[in-house]
Each structure stands twice: as C-alpha cells, then as structure tokens.
C-alpha cells in the first residue's frame, strides 16, 4: 500500500529564515503533488511535479522531486507570515492509466513569526 | 465561479440520521474525487468517478457510504445513520488532466 511521510510535521520558523519540508513515498507513482491549506479553508494547488529531476518555482517556494529516492522537497525562501498555513504533499495512484486517487502525507503545518 | 461547488458548506445533524452532500465540478471535468478530512489530517480518499462511472469505491468507509453521478456531471456523496465518528470535513474534488482542484468542503458535525 502507498504511504506517504512529510517532515516535520510541525515548523515553526522566523521571518527571512529558510527551511525545507520532505516528503517521501513507499512505491513508484506517476506524479506528485504540493497543495497549501490555510485553516479552515480547502486545499489550493501549488505544484505537480511530473518526472525525476522536475524542479517548479514560485515565489519563495520551490519544490522537486528524486523519482529514484522517491523524495519530494519543499524549500521555502526568506519566509514571510503570509506563508503561514499547511502543507500536504500527495502522490496519485493511477488505474490502468487513468489518473486515480491522491494519497496524501499528514501535512506540514508551518508557522511564520516575526 | 467557475471553481468545485459543494453544498451545504456546513451540516450539523443527530446520530442516526442520514446525511447527502452535493459536489458539482468545473465544467468539462471528466474525473471527480470525494476525499474525507479529519483534524489534523490529511484528506482520505473515498471515491472516484470517471463521467457517471464509479471506477474505485473499495476505500468508502462502510456499507453507511455511498455516492453517485449520474449524469457525469454533479454527484452526491450520502451517509446512512451518522455515527458521531464521522464528523469530518467531506471534500470534492475534480480533474480533466493532471490537476485536482478541490472544493470548499462540507464540515459535518454528528451530535
């Protein structure tokens, strides 16, 4: 069965620091995936990294993705408050080639402080 | 809005009763997912249908659970004689390539 492990599960960082959340997977999925959840709230899409070596930039987040290790990184720049929120990272299991579920990590909840 | 609509946004209802959810996708999305969230966690896939074809329903979480589309466009996810353990936030999501774009989510609360 495919799992899925994010770390740390909890971060708590100061503005204009840098840090790296890690996720990793138990068996070969097709693509993997990176949303933001703020409470409360549904989940917003930030990147789908779909091959080894696959790197996706946006803003102060930047995430990639080692096939082989089966590893996805989120590194995240200078952070700001505004980044504040958690973090799933989930990779799909497809069904004779059509696009099937996500199986998600438990989240990295991140916080921001001055 | 052209984004995932789910409705109500927030059920509250006694044990025992059942409950039904409605998910409509972005238009022209083929593909669309019912995911189940619980505190703290990660969402839980349930469901899946590929236009009104449910293609995996092993993961719905009892014989309680159901869903369905049945014209490929918007669906319903029911829940037969709610159990305090199901309170959760109920997600729809919908895709027609790569992406998965999720719904505000139903929050259920089973008193």
């Known amino acids: 069965e495919l799992k899925v492990e994010q770390n740390p599960l909890f971060l708590s960082m100061q503005e204009g620091k840098n840090y790296t959340i890690y996720c990793n997977y138990s068996?070969?999925?097709?693509?993997l995936y990176w949303y933001r959840q703020d409470p409360g709230k549904s989940l917003e899409s930030l990147f789908v990294l779909l091959s080894n070596g696959a790197v996706k930039q946006e803003g102060r987040l930047m995430a990639s993705l080692d096939t082989k290790a089966r590893l996805s990184t989120l590194h995240i720049t200078a952070a700001v408050h505004d980044l504040s929120a958690t973090y799933f990272c989930?990779?799909?299991?497809?069904?004779?080639?059509?696009?099937?579920?996500?199986?998600f990590g438990k989240g990295t909840k991140l916080s921001v402080k001055p | 809005d052209t984004g995932v609509s789910q409705d109500p946004r927030h059920k509250i209802t006694k044990r025992g009763q059942n409950v039904t959810f409605r998910c409509d996708p972005i238009s022209e999305h083929n593909r669309l997912y019912w995911y189940r969230q619980t505190l703290g966690q990660g969402p839980e896939f349930l469901t899946y249908?590929?236009?009104?074809?449910?293609?995996?329903k092993s993961r719905l979480l009892s014989d309680r659970f159901s869903a369905e589309r049945p014209k490929g466009s918007f669906s319903t996810l029911e829940i037969q004689r709610t159990e305090q353990g199901d309170s959760a936030m109920y997600l729809c999501?919908?895709?027609?390539?790569?992406?998965?774009?999720f719904g505000p989510g139903t929050r259920l609360t089973v008193l």
């Open positions: 249908f590929q236009n009104e074809a449910q293609l995996e």
């Open positions: 068996t070969t999925s097709d693509r």
């Open positions: 989930a990779v799909v299991i497809s069904y004779g080639g059509s696009q099937g579920n996500l199986i």
């Open positions: 999501a919908s895709s027609f390539g790569l992406e998965q774009f």
